[in-house]
């Protein structure tokens, strides 16, 4: 747990005129990354993907946690209107693709800010699925987006001792058996000894929203410069 190294790292990001940019979901684990950041640069803009399906107690604790910490936290929204987000018989698209529902409310809008930001800062821990094992914590998306990923190494051990070391506070529905914590059509509590993410999608051949599902490209070795103006490809 080397704050420090995340801090410099975060600096030379800065100094090399980056422009940085991270996104959380507001769930118990995401706040060791909000508190990390907001002890380096609380003027570093954290978005909250706001599908639009969250329960009622993830944006509570959006907002409390925004305050206690004095982050800037943005509202990301989709660009297609629920309305236009079903079939002939009115089902919402969830229902029926759960995988083009993650890219409309929550992949599209990320996309968008790759135009405005050199480096996307994200929780992402290598433990939590197989899948994500194979990320390094510096990866180049092929828009030319950096994807910093400083928790990577991290435990689960490791973030609950350092929530209980500094206090934080847990997502209300944590007590209720719910670990991880997305869209509530798709999210329930985790049962004995399940791993935490077997609580998404369950029941349904998906692990990912697709946020994550980014070909990945080489580690970052490499600086695209000044890219203020740059967009994807």
Sequence with gaps: M????IKEKINNYQSEGRRLF???SFQTRSVVLLHI???IDKNIPIYFINTGFHFAETIQYKDFVAGLLGLQVINLLPHVPKSMQTNAQGNLMFTYD???CCYLNKVQPVEAL???YDVWINGI??????YREGFREEETMPQGTIRYHPLLSWTTGEVEAYIEQHGLPLHPLEAKGYKSIGCEPCTRPVNGGEDEREARWHGMK?????LHLQPQGKATGTRRGHTH???PQ
């Design 22 to 24: 991270a996104t959380s």
């Design 206 to 210: 998906k692990t990912e929203c697709g």
């Design 229 to 231: 103006g740059n967009t």
């Design 98 to 100: 759960p995988d083009y």
């Design 37 to 39: 950041i907001s002890r």
């Design 2 to 5: 080397d704050i420090d190294r």
């Design 125 to 130: 821990r290598a433990h939590q699925s197989n």
């Design 114 to 116: 790759f135009e405005q």
